[in-house]
């Protein structure tokens, strides 16, 4: 290594603890330092972590809802934390967290190196002014044809976890480097993530020799090795397992003379919602740590991976309730629908897996828990029925609910008009950033100051 080195209920007063409590729209998505008791208003705290750009874009402009609004400089402020914490990786931002275009472009100016999975990503990155050196493809599923673009396009760096797919960037990707993709799903991994991997991604250790040394029998560099702990990982301690099979794979490629001297930590690397994760130092202190304890002296090139902890604390998602219902007269629990749901940029809320702080327009007064749920005609629409989520007895239809934290994972997840329902159109401030709508057209520079 080198130098430079189940349902649960949220309450208002400790809405960013890990325990089971209880959450109210008036204080969710506030951190402890800010936090208010029982129900009263906390806007000013949810200004101060929405950021005051985003609230006085809003209030200016009025965007029709639901609208994401991207905040460039805590963009930028969350790429300087993810360096400071990780000093000796390079960053490969995790383009599929937040493909707009000006965040993009921002990264590229900071410095950053860009991981992509199409062919789409890559003419992203490149029209934004990313070199092709700075890009990894990082999808080991992909075709052919998808290959050869971006080799013409000067892509150098490519993952794969088969055989079939390293036979194919031999043919028309001839000379690149290469790292293998290994299978890692342990306890730690498994339990961790809030959206774990499973098995689709990666082969075995025992594999990836075979085929690291095909691919140096191939022409190609084969330069190093990769695995992902899983999305939005809570262990600082997750990267552990895999850092050591990577070493046990390098050490029996060493014996037939093809070393490595690349190793990928993949992403995972947590954003804040309603828990609050371990600080990002944590993860650096860890990780480098087992790197050293599994590899010693060894010069490696670390690289990592990250798009939830980069951009989803810029994020605002604003929609509004499109109405407020019961389903018996004497049910205490109000089902309040929507105008965007898991089709419309919340396909993280499956099976409740991210949740989301939630600030309306009507917080300070009474409260009552809820069901939360999009506008679709589809009965798998639900955002939150398990976890309890409490808001203010007088909401209505036409009033707004905020969705803190949703930067990552929710224009990129937006489907195409199901039901009619346009993608989620997104809005990016600060930074000398512009105004655009879903289908990327420029309207406007925002100077929100």
């Known amino acids: 290594m080198t130098e430079s ?28 330092s800010t936090d208010l008791p029982g ?14 750009m985003v609230l006085e874009f809003l209030r200016e402009r009025r965007p029709a809802t639901p609208c994401l609004v991207i905040d460039l400089d805590v963009v930028a402020q969350r790429y300087h934390e993810v360096r400071a914490a990780l000093p000796w990786a390079e960053v ?74 390293l036979e194919h960037i031999a043919e028309v990707a001839p000379g690149s480097s290469v790292f293998c993709r290994v299978l890692v ?7 961790g993530a809030q959206t774990p991997f499973g098995a689709k991604f990666g082969c075995c250790p025992e594999m990836a020799v075979e085929l690291l040394d095909r691919a140096a029998a191939l022409g190609l560099d084969a330069c190093g090795a990769s695995f992902h702990v899983g999305s939005q990982q809570r262990d600082p301690t997750a990267w552990d397992g895999g850092i050591a099979t990577v070493a046990g794979i390098v050490d029996e490629l060493d014996r037939r003379s093809v070393p490595l001297r690349l190793l990928n930590l993949g992403g995972g690397l947590p954003a804040s919602y309603v828990e ?48 407020v219902s019961r389903k018996s007269r004497g049910e205490d629990r109000r089902w309040v629908y929507l105008d965007v749901g898991r089709y419309g940029g919340l396909a993280e809320t499956e099976n409740e897996a991210i949740a989301y702080p939630l600030v309306t327009s009507r917080d300070g007064g009474p409260t009552g828990p809820v069901v939360v749920a999009g506008p679709t005609c589809d009965g ?32 990129s997840y937006s489907s195409v008009a199901f039901n009619g329902f346009a993608p989620l159109a997104t809005y990016c401030v600060g930074a000398g950033g512009k105004a655009r709508d879903s289908a990327g057209v420029i309207s406007e520079t925002v100077t929100v100051q």
Not at 39 to 52: C, D, L, M, Q, V
């Open 5 to 32: 080195l189940a349902t649960t209920e949220l309450t208002a007063a400790s809405a960013d603890m890990s325990t089971s409590t209880e959450l109210t729209a008036a204080s969710a998505g506030v951190s402890t």
């Open 39 to 52: 129900t009263g208003s906390s806007r000013p705290a949810a200004a101060e972590r929405a950021g005051a």
């Open 92 to 165: 490969y931002y995790a383009v599929k967290a937040n493909p707009a275009p000006e965040v993009v472009r921002l990264l590229a100016e900071l410095g950053a190196c860009f991981d992509v999975a199409s062919p789409a990503e890559i003419d992203l990155c490149l029209a934004e002014g990313v070199r092709p050196e700075s890009i990894s493809y990082s999808n080991p599923i992909k075709k052919r044809a998808d290959i050869e673009h971006a080799y013409r396009r000067g892509v150098r760096l490519f993952a794969f976890d088969s055989e079939q797919d």
């Open 185 to 191: 799903a342990t306890a730690a991994t498994e339990g």
């Open 276 to 323: 609050a994760p371990p600080p990002l130092s944590a993860y650096g202190t860890a990780i480098e740590a087992s790197v050293r304890r599994h590899f010693g002296d060894r010069p490696l090139r670390l690289l990592v991976e990250p798009g939830r902890a980069i951009v989803a604390d810029a994020g605002l998602l604003r929609s509004e309730v499109v109405l």
């Open 380 to 411: 798998d629409d639900v955002l939150y029925q398990r976890r309890v989520y409490r808001l203010p007895l007088d909401l209505r239809a036409g009033d707004h609910v905020d969705l803190l934290g949703a930067g990552a994972y929710t224009a």
